[in-house]
């Protein structure tokens, strides 16, 4: 595993990331000589960490508006919310 302190890190960031995932190195970064961060690949880190609902995304929320009584007036206000949104100017939805 190749070890490099922060500002190094910061430099070569776009490298670190490339190596990470085109050629599944493992990267652990130090501040002060300590470790304080490891960058995996990704599926080194749904396969050894992550809460396995985390990979299913928008399957976890199935069901989860069942007991909106009007789904078709719901979701048109949340449109209608989106269309009079002034932090989304020039935006069509």
């Known amino acids: 595993m ?7 890190a910061k430099a070569k960031l776009s490298s670190i990331i490339s190596r990470v995932t085109f050629a599944g190195e493992t990267v652990m970064i130090k501040r002060k000589g300590k470790n ?16 396995p609902r ?3 995304g928008l399957l976890l929320a199935k069901g989860a508006l069942s007991d909106v009584e009007d ?5 048109e206000g949340i449109y209608e919310s989106r269309r ?4 989304r100017n020039g935006i069509e939805v």
Do not use: H
């Open 36 to 51: 304080v961060a490891v960058v995996v690949p990704y599926e080194d880190y749904l396969r050894n960490w992550a809460d």
């Open 2 to 8: 190749e070890t490099c302190n922060l500002t190094e």
């Open 71 to 75: 789904f078709d007036q719901f979701i």
């Open 84 to 87: 009079m949104s002034i932090d």
């Open 54 to 56: 985390e990979s299913k």
